[in-house]
T-cell receptor, first 115, second 113 residues
Framework: GAGVSQTPSNKVTEKGKYVELRCDPISGHTALYWYRQSLGQGPEFLIYFQGTGAADDSGLPNDRFFAVRPEGSVSTLKIQRTERGDSAVYLC?????????????FGPGTRLTVL | AQSVTQLDSHVSVSEGTPVLLRCNYSSSYSPSLFWYVQHPNKGLQLLLKYTSAATLVKGINGFEAEFKKSETSFHLTKPSAHMSDAAEYFCVISGAGSYQLTFGKGTKLSVIP
């Protein structure tokens, strides 16, 4: 079946602009996660959705970042007033139930470059 | 708090020789441990996971890992490296009641023909 998909695969923007990154999880997966991977580092947790609600947004670095999942499927990560330090690969993952032992399936990521 | 430490940032092996990628963990409770692989320009793929069942875990592509509580280790091994194994490998931990995955910094595996 189809895996997790993310669009766009690459996004180049200018400092101060607004961007939206989209994630389509595996069909039927109730849990959705966003991670950020900076160059040379492992991914870092940003936010977790269970259904339509953000169950844990403790990883969001500041209030310029927020994410939605209005119908419990597709999610959008939104970044306002982008800064050069936001440049990274943004990864989305989904899992069936959100249990800690669940396998998280990752998408290919969106590479964001802020000039 | 929980964390993992990958002891080598880069490992280089010859094709056909064994692979050992080292990972130590720190956790206040019984963790779940995972190894993920990331090929260039590809998504993260789960190799194997430990969730308190058998301590020796077999994964895909001939990889396996052994959970050793006394040594707080979860090293990844493969008897014979293949060129297609060249990639970045991440040791990952999640803890009781936590769905957040905490990743190590990664080990880049190079396979020399």
């Amino acid at each position: 079946g189809a895996g997790v998909s993310q669009t766009p695969s690459n996004k180049v923007t200018e400092k101060g602009k607004y961007v939206e990154l989209r994630c389509d999880p595996i069909s039927g997966h109730t849990a959705l996660y966003w991670y950020r991977q900076s160059l040379g580092q492992g991914p870092e947790f940003l936010i977790y959705f269970q259904g339509t609600g953000a169950a844990d947004d403790s990883g969001l670095p500041n209030d310029r970042f927020f994410a939605v999942r209005p119908e419990g499927s597709v999610s959008t990560l939104k970044i306002q007033r982008t800064e050069r330090g936001d440049s990274a690969v943004y990864l989305c993952a989904s899992s069936l139930t959100g249990e800690p032992t669940d396998t998280q399936y990752f998408g290919p990521g969106t590479r964001l470059t802020v000039l | 708090a929980q964390s993992v430490t990958q002891l080598d940032s880069h490992v280089s092996v010859s094709e056909g020789t064994p692979v050992l990628l080292r990972c130590n963990y720190s956790s206040s409770y019984s963790p779940s441990l995972f190894w993920y692989v990331q090929h260039p320009n590809k998504g993260l793929q789960l190799l194997l996971k430990y969730t308190s069942a058998a301590t020796l875990v077999k994964g895909i592509n001939g990889f396996e890992a052994e959970f050793k509580k006394s040594e707080t280790s979860f090293h990844l091994t493969k008897p014979s490296a293949h060129m297609s194994d060249a990639a970045e490998y991440f040791c990952v931990i999640s803890g009781a009641g936590s769905y957040q995955l905490t990743f190590g910094k990664g080990t880049k595996l190079s396979v020399i023909p």
